[in-house]
């Protein structure tokens, strides 16, 4: 197994002020990724997953720790990540062929192989004769398949999605998590996906990883051994019922405290 993506020691403190203490947010996150994984990631709310992702994204800095991708250390954001949100972040003003050239764009590619990308990208994510269609005129389901396209269009090394079909209705989840395992299949990206829906964590993943309530840690690290590829027939699954047990158990434990520390 390659390694992609190195997580060495990662703690994550929010410093506190008058009014707020201060919040520890991760708690000594180890964590190697071999490139081609598919790893979700399942937490709690407020356990501090985002903050990790945001952190391999370059876009917070660990209080102490190191992360490499590739071998070389992350220090800040770079096309090489491509992330993708809950919340849709398209650019409101750009079409969606415009939004998935937008990185290209940035980067010096001409016109023609820009047009021939995002094509590449729009075929691969379903949105044929939606090219010229602004994020407004689309539903939440295909605008985060733009926001799919826009960054794989970077070609990046990984993708980090944070919980990014969160805001859609469980038949559109349901279909968007089928179509990105084919992407995954045919793109052969590695993937570090955010969720704290269990079996989400388990139909998309090669690899689970549970996180306990703040301080956000690894607790457990679980291989889902169901081939590929997957339907939602897998779902029905005698495996994925126990994989789900086993990972609804170990989470429900995590909530209660998370729960807990709320109040
Ligand atoms: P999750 O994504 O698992 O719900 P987050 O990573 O968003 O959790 O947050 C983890 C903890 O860190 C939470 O208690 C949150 O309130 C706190 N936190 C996140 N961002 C900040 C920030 N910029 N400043 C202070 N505290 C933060
Ligand atoms: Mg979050």
Redesign the pocket.
């Known amino acids: 197994m390659e390694p992609i993506l190195e997580i060495n020691n990662v703690t994550?403190l929010?410093a506190g002020n008058k009014k707020?203490k201060g919040?520890l947010?991760l708690d000594t996150i180890n964590l190697t990724i071999a490139r081609n994984e598919f790893i979700t990631i399942l937490?709690?709310?407020?356990?501090?997953?985002?903050?990790?992702l945001?952190i391999v994204g370059g876009l917070?800095e660990q209080t102490t720790g190191s992360v490499y991708l590739d071998k070389s250390k992350i220090e800040g954001p770079s096309s090489n990540r491509g992330m993708v949100f809950q919340a849709y972040s398209l650019f409101p003003w750009l079409t969606v062929e415009e939004n998935i050239q937008f990185g290209p764009k940035n980067k010096g590619m001409d016109a023609r192989n820009r047009k021939e990308l995002s094509d590449k990208y729009i075929e691969l994510v379903g949105l044929k004769g939606f090219e010229r269609h602004y994020p407004k005129q689309l539903s939440g389901g295909m605008q985060q398949r733009v926001a799919i396209a826009r960054a794989l269009a970077n070609d990046p090394e990984i993708l980090l999605l944070?919980?990014p079909f969160g805001a859609l209705d469980n038949q559109t989840r349901v279909i968007m998590q089928e179509l990105l395992l084919e992407i995954w299949e045919k793109s052969k990206k590695t993937i570090l996906f955010?969720t704290?829906d269990v079996e989400e964590s388990i139909f998309l993943a090669s690899r689970v990883l549970v996180?306990t309530s703040?301080p956000?840690k690894i607790k457990a690290d679980i291989p889902i051994e169901i081939e590929h590829p997957r339907t939602y027939h897998v779902k029905m699954d005698h495996r994925f019922l126990q994989y789900k047990e086993h990972l609804t158990e170990l989470i429900r434990d995590e909530s209660l405290k998370a729960i807990k520390l709320e109040n």
């Open positions: 994550k929010f707020n919040i947010a937490g709690p709310s407020g356990c501090g997953k985002s903050t990790l945001r917070e944070d919980e955010i704290h996180m703040r956000g």
